[in-house]
């Protein structure tokens, strides 16, 4: 069986002379308890060292030599940094004082660590993920730390897998969307869409998916270690990224209502200035630095249209006013009537729109080049377009980038059918 090799402890004073079977009494347990943590190294199959304060190897089990192909006594006294750690995977040099392993020395810290290289003798690399754990002795004192790596090799070679497979699924889907359109030109629109889709569901999906998955593996992973905050924040995330999924849901399903044509459309007689007001009024539309401003130089607008629609049209177009506008900016709502129109103006000093997105801003999934990190389906105003269209009006915009947008909705004040 492979042996445990440790560094040897200064010798302590020798006992008193006593009589010998009360020595062996007093040494077995000792030698008991070292026999013990010796099969426990030997059996580990994840890689485990130790070292001293210098960086020095003072132990090492089986697992850990066979893994970088050198022999045990080899390794005993020497700096595992320069053994195995001295390079990143590109092979540029690894400084010893940027190695997350030392950190352990420096303030006491543990580290874990997923996406290094430990290198072996022949000179090969392996992909790790390993442990730096602070050792101290009886007294509190740091006296070097643990280390305990293993090969995730096979890991990492599942995920190049399942990486391709998803290339390959997704070159696969465009190439059948590609054959349906050759084959029934009627059906050019309905596969575009089916086309923008796939892209936007791998995409816009494929964000929230990691995030849970990220949150929950971690959660499995080191349960025992997190605090309630920590695994409250990972819960949290996960139920904002179901939301945002939800979200994206319910607008997809709208708009296949509309390419359906089995949107039902219901108008009724209301009044618009009151409309507009209870609308901004909702909690969701509070800007707390600089409220949404409305402006309307009639007392009342009677109309009949659909409310839901219409709500839609506005709620739309409000949202991404407040979503892409600074708190400190301003933000207007304009209502007005001209003979049998009424026109509605949203007004903002955001991150405006560029020139280059302007002629695919009403196109579903599209999202502009500008909107950074700020969360968003693509979907809004293409369901404020088509809502629009069904109700025989039109909305046209302008925009500076950097400085603001306008739009600018004119309806009929009544529906009709046609």
Not at 175 to 186: G, H, S
Not at 231 to 237: F, G, I, P
Not at 360 to 387: A, C, Y
Request: with cysteine; glycine share 4%.
């Amino acid at each position: 069986m492979a042996q445990n090799y440790w560094l040897q402890p200064e010798q302590p004073a020798p006992l008193p002379k006593v009589n010998t079977p009360i020595r062996q009494v007093l040494e077995q347990p000792l030698e008991q308890l070292r026999r013990q943590h010796q099969l426990i190294l030997n059996a580990v199959g994840e890689g485990i060292y130790g070292l001293d304060l210098d960086g020095y190897v003072t132990f090492v089990n089986p697992a850990a030599a066979a893994m970088i192909n050198w022999p045990m006594e080899d390794l005993i006294g020497k700096s595992m940094h320069t053994v195995m750690h001295h390079s990143h995977v590109d092979g540029s040099h690894y400084p010893r004082e940027a190695c997350p392993i030392y950190a352990a020395f420096q303030d006491g810290s543990i580290r874990r660590i997923t996406h290094e290289v430990f290198w072996r003798k022949d000179g090969t690399s392996f992909p790790v993920e390993y442990i730096s754990t602070p050792m101290h002795d009886e007294a509190g004192q740091l006296i070097g730390a643990v280390v305990t790596f293993r090969d995730i090799t096979q890991r990492r070679w599942a995920e190049d897998v399942l990486q391709r497979t998803n290339e390959e699924l997704e070159q696969k889907v465009q190439k059948r969307t590609a054959k349906l359109r050759q084959a029934n030109e009627q059906l050019r629109e309905l596969s575009d869409m089916r086309s923008r889709f796939v892209s936007m569901v791998c995409h816009e999906f494929r964000n929230p998916l990691n995030n849970i998955i990220l949150s929950v593996s971690s959660l499995n992973r080191y349960d025992s270690q997190l605090q309630p905050a920590e695994k409250a924040d990972y819960l949290l995330n996960i139920q904002a990224n179901v939301d945002r999924m939800t979200a994206m849901i319910d607008d997809i399903l709208v708009i296949g209502k509309i390419e359906a044509k089995v949107l039902d459309i219901h108008p009724t007689q209301f009044e618009l200035v009151a409309f507009c007001r209870h609308l901004i009024d909702e909690p969701e539309y509070q800007r707390p630095q600089r409220p949404v401003e409305f402006a309307c130089r009639s007392r009342q607008i009677m109309a009949n249209l659909d409310q839901q629609l219409l709500r839609s049209i506005l709620s739309n177009l409000l949202s991404n006013a407040i979503r892409y506008t600074p708190d400190e900016n301003p933000i207007h709502i304009k209502l007005a009537k001209r003979q049998n129109q009424i026109i509605l103006q949203v007004q903002d000093q955001g991150i405006g729109i560029c020139p280059a997105d302007r002629r695919d801003l009403f196109e579903p999934f599209h999202r502009g080049r500008n909107v950074s990190n700020i969360p968003g389906t693509g979907l809004g105003l293409s369901i404020v377009k088509q809502f629009v269209d069904l109700l025989h009006g039109t909305i046209e915009f302008s925009s500076q980038l950097g400085t603001g947008t306008t739009f600018i909705v004119r309806l009929p004040l009544t529906y009709l059918a046609i």
